[in-house]
């Protein structure tokens, strides 16, 4: 699934729109969500009934969204300069639900997934559409890898763990 907060990542989806047509095309069991304002590309329409808008929901409806999800699909558009100011947010939502996340390896998302242990990180077109297909094949395995990230969302953003830090940060400056 892909998740959109507001309607400015029309182009990020975009950027994958060849990838997730090819993955619909040879799996057909794969179904896309679509979460938020986000525009389905026209190229979606060959694929009724297996890609679904979702209407936007308040935040704290979010989570039971995303736990429905076995896949969350973080893209960036390339050469979108946006991106340098990103958070990890994206990945954090849906680790805290044991979801993991396939990610364009911009810096805040390279600080949030480990690769291949609780997330995949992936670049261009063809090594999408291979990590789309590697985990739409080997259900353990994205569920190994939402695991994964759910400790490690827990280990490290929960407020406890950010009191350490800053904790930690604090006693640095004496």
């Given at each position: ?88 947010l994206k990945v954090l939502e ?25 997330g995949l990180l992936v670049d ?51």
């Amino acid at each position: 699934g892909y998740a959109s907060g507001t309607p400015t990542h029309d182009a990020d989806l975009a950027s994958i729109v060849e990838p997730l047509a090819r993955l619909l095309r040879e799996r057909p069991e794969v179904e896309l969500r679509l979460l938020g304002p986000v525009r389905r590309p026209a190229s979606f329409e060959a694929f009724e009934g297996r890609v679904v808008s979702l209407a936007h929901v308040p935040w704290p409806l979010l989570p039971e969204r995303l736990r429905s999800l076995d896949i969350n699909l973080a893209p960036v558009a390339r050469g979108c300069p946006f991106a340098a100011a990103k958070s990890e947010l994206k990945v954090l939502e849906s680790a805290l639900v044991g979801v993991p996340t396939v990610a364009s390896p911009i810096d805040a998302y390279r600080g949030a997934i480990e690769d291949g242990v609780d997330g995949l990180l992936v670049d261009r077109d063809q090594a999408w559409w291979e990590a789309l297909s590697s985990l739409a094949g080997a259900p353990r395995m994205a569920a190994e890898m939402g695991r994964a990230a759910a400790v490690k969302a827990r280990r490290r953003y929960v407020p406890e763990a950010s009191a350490r830090q800053l904790l930690a940060m604090l006693a640095d400056l004496r």
